[in-house]
């Protein structure tokens, strides 16, 4: 990508056609048509960029573990790493920035933080098929660690 930030009218519209594409790809794999799912959930993730439109963006929450499972399911750890590590990694970097407002602010941006950790929370059993343990140790850690300073600053 040329990391020019999209339209919102074109992030949108890309936002909703991975949405749809995810439900199609699911609906395949019930239908056991597990290479055509396969393929359809390959083309929309090279045809919609990762960076311009993270996995747990706006509409999009609940896609990124349903995409992962997915990829799971059909064998492609790989590819549901990938869409896992890129979706933690993305709540992890909201929660340190929500983490570098003062408390005032902070206070105003509660909600989000805890979804951020809701939703860490949400993939993590995925992550754990797909992720060495150290890795997971890793994560926790550093989430524990966000989580006690958040509980520090809120007092």
């Not at 979706?87 to 408390?103: I, V």
Request: contains cysteine; charged residues 25%; aromatic residues 8%.
């Amino acid at each position: 990508g040329l990391g020019i930030p999209a339209e919102p009218l074109f992030r949108s519209r890309d936002l909703t056609l991975r949405r749809t594409t995810v439900q199609l790809a699911t609906q395949l794999y019930t239908e056991g048509k597990k290479d055509k799912a396969l393929d359809v959930l390959l083309r929309i993730n090279e045809g919609i960029s990762h960076e311009l439109y993270p996995l747990n963006e706006g509409s999009y929450y609940g896609v990124a573990p349903q995409t992962a499972n997915l990829y799971l399911v059909l064998g492609k750890d790989d590819k549901a790493r990938e869409v896992l590590q890129a979706t933690c990694n993305n709540y992890m970097q909201q929660m340190r920035w929500y983490l570098s407002m003062n408390r005032r602010n902070l206070y105003k941006c509660e909600s989000n933080f805890l979804t951020c950790v809701k939703e860490i929370t949400r993939i993590a059993p995925l992550m754990e098929e797909c992720f060495a343990k150290t890795e997971i140790d890793e994560i926790k850690a550093e989430l524990e660690s966000m989580c006690n300073e958040y509980d520090i600053l809120m007092q």
